[in-house]
């Protein structure tokens, strides 16, 4: 997840940063360089939901399956997972784009503030009516697998904490899923708002909001919400917090 998230970050903040020290005239990508950052920023995204998903089969087994964690998520399993997480949304967005590139351009302008697939077959006036049977047909198989598996693994979970007596379990797998499910939900809700928002062009400022909740919000989110589940960082965290503070004071 972390590299992910360095990855979508990478993508995005160096070129709306960029572009916020630019007067509008000047603001212009060549269109290969627009190709890239589609690809990356939909991979960014894809992979975001796959990772979410792994990370779900990792929490069904911690808590239903405490005895047998070490014999089923072992080394190559997470290594196999890792690899599956980045692998699957490859071929499915290189087809994506693949199918907007091959169409000729007769416009310009892109109104997003990045590029993305949406904003690449929209420079042309051919018939896009394949671009978006795939792109639907891709959009319900990444969610339609990504809410399917999470709900179902919480599910269990749901079982397994509402049958069982010990509330020292039922505490931690509550603290252990809530920052997942925060996560997996800011995810999803930005997810779908970019996809309706497209199809109203006059809401585009509300897109790009959205946007940057998903490839910046959520990267610092995910950063901070499980850095500080690690007992050193929240440690480190607290101390620093306390020397401010009684630094503040010696001021006064």
Known sequence: MSINDVFGATIIIPHVLRDLLTPDSQRVIRYMDCVVQAFCVHFHASASHTVLMIMAFDRYVAICNPLRYAT?????????????????????????????????????????????????????????????????????????????????TYLRIAMVCLRSKNKTLNRKALQTCATHLAVYAILLVSGFIIIILHRFPQLASHRKVASVMLHVVLPALNALIYGLQIKEVRQRVMALFRKSKVASMDAK
């Open 72 to 152: 089923i998520m072992t080394h190559r399993m997470v290594l196999v997972l890792s690899v599956w997480a980045w692998v699957i949304p490859l071929p499915l967005v290189g087809i994506l784009i693949g199918l907007s590139v091959r169409l000729s351009r007769c416009r310009v302008n892109i109104v997003h503030f990045s590029c993305n697939n949406a904003s690449l077959f929209k420079l042309s006036c051919e018939s896009v009516l394949i671009n978006n049977i795939y792109g639907l047909g891709y959009t319900v198989v990444l969610l339609g697998s990504s809410i399917g598996s999470v709900t179902l």
